[in-house]
């Protein structure tokens, strides 16, 4: 099967739909199909205007154009991506949906008009934009043409299949995570030891400092967790840089925080896995998240995760057997005390978590992604079959 990848976001952007798409399509060519990827975000040396770069045996097409802050758009796009994508021969157009995405918008379109299927994934909460859904009707005129729905999780498919209406269905196709690398060979498990209980317990969080993750409401609720027990040594890193990293350690200063608060920044994926091995949970503040791949990276090393119960966590953690899932921000620091004084609450959620591998392996996702795409062939009385 020949597969056009289609996003706004790509590498070397950093976030999760540009790491997702990479990663699917790399899958996809091991699997056997042929890939190619169609993005609106400049290259490393700015590449752009339809410059394809190869890098690995995966073509990317750069369509986009030099515009302030490198942002991925090109509203001139359009007629160049239908003449690569008709002459190209592909089988299915799988395009890759945030809130705000006028490239993929385009690509949909232009997809449409070649009569190819086409597979959408939300990667995003609606939130505060879903009325702007309802109002111009556009998932469901998207819908009524054919477009396969789906989205990263099922807290993020409700606001999806509401706009939908009686006109689709709006599945769930997880991110993927490659297990091995985070959970560890299965023959290694045995000699795994949980992290040490003796010391300074280590809580871990990573996340873009931006507003919707929610960093300071994090120092706040960490701060009543100090309070809580005061007797308990532990250290708080948080890992990852945004526009919020000033007030974050602005706040961290002024509370006087900075002797058991880390925020060393942006780190390598081998560094964070170090640091996940060396430390006892995890916590994720934000209310919106779509799904939570940071936090999967982390219940696959072991830890213990707190989460918000209206975020895509809810897919991989299961409240009070390898993690919390918290209603309110004084749900999570209740979880926290909790986690942060019973050392055998901690090691037997990471032993659960150690043994039990998570559903959303690439494995599983290429699978359930494929069946997507033979979804959105049938909605236009197409078949892949076979292929």
Known sequence: MKIALLS???????????????????????AGHEVEVFTATLGENDEHGGQVQVVDGL????????????????????SELKRRLAAGGFDV?????????????????????LGLPVSMTWH????????????????RLWARSGVAMNAVSAV???????????????????????????????????AVDPPCRDGELQVVTAMR???????????????????????VPFRLTILG???????????????????????????????????????HVYVSPAKLESFGIAALEARCVGLPVVARATSGCVEFIDSGVNGYLADDD??????????????????RMWRYNMSTPPVQDWSNVVELTLAEYRRAAALRGLTLAGR
């Not at 073509?59 to 359009?78: D, V």
């Open 8 to 30: 706004d976001c790509y590498l070397p952007r950093l976030g999760g739909i540009e790491v997702q798409v990479r990663d699917l399509a790399y899958h996809l060519l091991a």
């Open 330 to 347: 004084k749900g999570m620091v209740s979880a926290m005390t909790e986690l942060l004084t019973d050392h055998d609450l901690r090691e």
């Open 59 to 78: 073509p990317i097409h750069r369509m986009g154009i030099p515009l302030p802050g490198r942002i991925p758009a090109n509203p001139l796009a359009a």
């Open 241 to 279: 840089e945004g526009r919020q990293g000033v007030l974050a350690r602005a706040y961290v200063q002024r509370h006087g925080m900075a002797d058991w608060v880390d925020m060393p920044g942006r780190v390598s994926r081998p560094e964070l896995l170090t640091l996940y091995r060396r430390s």
């Open 93 to 113: 157009a799988h395009v890759h949906m945030g809130i705000t995405s006028p490239f993929t918008v385009d690509c949909t379109r232009v997809a449409l008009q």
């Open 209 to 231: 400092l931006a507003n919707r993750k929610r960093p300071l409401p994090l120092l706040a609720a960490m701060r009543q967790v100090r309070q809580r027990i005061p007797e």
């Open 124 to 139: 995003c909460m609606l939130g505060p934009a879903e009325p702007l859904f309802h109002l111009s009707q556009i998932a």
């Open 156 to 190: 993020a498919s409700q606001p999806v299949q509401r706009a939908l209406g009686r006109w689709g269905t709006c599945h769930v196709l997880p991110n993927g995570i490659d297990a091995a690398t985070w959970w560890g060979l299965a023959e290694e498990h045995e």
